[in-house]
């Protein structure tokens, strides 16, 4: 098993970010079925005023790069990633068009 950390932030309004989790507590069926197709067998999101952490537990053969093959395939999974980009913002670094970055793990007890 893999385990990832991936940080993004959301627009600083109380409106969107409600919005936003709302949004999260339906996800569309596409999208979950998605999500667990590309290897991903756990992921959570918590939020802290308006940043993002999204941890992951994916299987072995896991690869960032083979998830976005398929999700770029995916006509559902493109509409609810526009969709959320209405929410959300780029954090501070990120490159063009980065939306989730991966974090580094700097302790572990």
Known sequence: MKKFVLALDLKPDQALIAAYEAHHK???PEVLAQIKASGIHQCDI???QNRLVLLLET???????QKNLQDQSNPKVQ????????????????KDGEKWMLMEQIFRL
């Open 26 to 28: 339906a996800v569309w």
């Open 46 to 48: 918590y939020r802290v």
């Open 59 to 65: 299987n072995d053969d896991f690869s960032f790069e």
């Open 79 to 94: 509409a609810w990633e526009s969709l959320m980009w209405n929410y959300q913002q780029a954090l501070p670094g990120a």
